[in-house]
């Protein structure tokens, strides 16, 4: 095999209650990559489209991520990278995760598959950290493994892929301005009050447990972030009154994909999630500001292979 086509899926981070270390898998979104065996040693970028990125081997995240790999398993041949980018960058839904992940699955592949999905992580890691200034998997992991992944720990890098409540879907809406993680993580504090930090553990444990259960309910009174959005919420615009929407058009729960500006809601049903997605819509068209809209069961098998040759 000296080629492989795959489908490398977006993907929601934190989801509210888990900054850093939880998130889910979306299904008809994400980009569609080409790695190829070439003569010469080493990872190349060759053709983007979609997307201006940088085709610099050492600034562009697929890159990073296949030398970190191959620094480890080294090859007298080489591999160029083709990514057709369908995830706008700095939307909040897993666009350098996705180039990351693709990246080393798709060279893995390539080589026989010495490693499993989730050893591929700590290589992935590499490549995001380029775009966030941090290290984590938080994205990585549903993209490679599918589904809801709790990291328990980025520094051994612990990660769990946790069951997925059937009638669950997801409705995004990413409204059209970019917002770098880079940016978004630079107005945290470093520091949080004690009373926060037992709320969110409550909600982060409760959380684990309603997806094991299957208890929507408790799901639903899990979906809270007092930690990281009420600083986060002010670089959105109408964050506020577009969770309202969805919670009034019925979801679970709702709050900021990722670093943001992307808006997620989990639904139980997908009449459910349709509803939703028309009364965040609303409100991002009476604002006069350009977004997309998206519905999504959640995407148990996270990256595909769409051909080999």
Not at 175 to 197: F, G, Q, Y
Request: aromatic share 6%; charged share 20%; with cysteine.
């Amino acid at each position: 095999m000296n080629q492989i086509e795959l489908f490398a899926p977006a993907s929601v981070a934190n989801v509210s209650c888990g900054f850093d270390v939880l998130g889910f898998c979306l299904d008809p979104i994400g980009d569609v990559m080409r790695i190829t065996k070439t003569t010469s040693p080493g990872v190349t970028i060759g053709k983007i489209t979609g997307q201006n990125l940088p085709t610099n081997p050492l600034k562009n995240v697929a890159s990073v991520a296949g030398l970190a790999l191959l620094k480890e398993h080294p090859t007298e041949f080489g591999f160029q990278i083709d990514i057709d980018k369908k995830i706008n960058p700095g939307s909040g839904i897993g666009s350098s995760a996705a180039s990351a992940a693709g990246a080393v699955f798709g060279i893995n592949e390539l080589l026989g598959s010495p490693y499993s999905r989730n050893e591929l992580i700590r290589f992935a890691m590499e490549g995001e950290a380029i775009a966030s200034g941090a290290a984590h998997a938080d994205n990585l992991a549903p993209v490679l493994l599918g589904g809801f992944t709790l990291v328990r720990s980025n520094e051994t890098l612990d990660v769990i892929k946790l069951p997925n409540p059937k009638e669950l879907v997801a409705t995004i809406i990413h409204p059209k301005i970019e917002l770098k993680t880079l940016h978004s993580r630079a107005i945290l504090k470093t520091t949080i009050p004690l009373n926060k930090a037992i709320e969110q553990w409550g909600n982060l444990g409760a959380f684990v447990s309603a997806l094991y259960t299957e208890d929507y309910k408790l799901l639903s009174r899990s979906i809270q972030d007092k930690v990281i959005e009420p600083y986060r919420a002010m670089l959105i615009p109408k964050f506020e009154e577009t969770r309202q929407a969805a919670l009034k058009a019925g979801a679970l729960g709702s709050g900021i994909s990722g670093s943001g500006p992307s808006i997620f809601a989990l639904s139980k049903g997908i009449e459910t999630a349709k509803k939703v997605g028309l009364k965040m819509e609303s409100i991002y068209k009476n604002l006069n500001l350009d977004y997309q809209l998206h519905i999504s069961k959640i995407n148990t098998e996270g990256i595909k292979v769409l051909n080999r040759s």
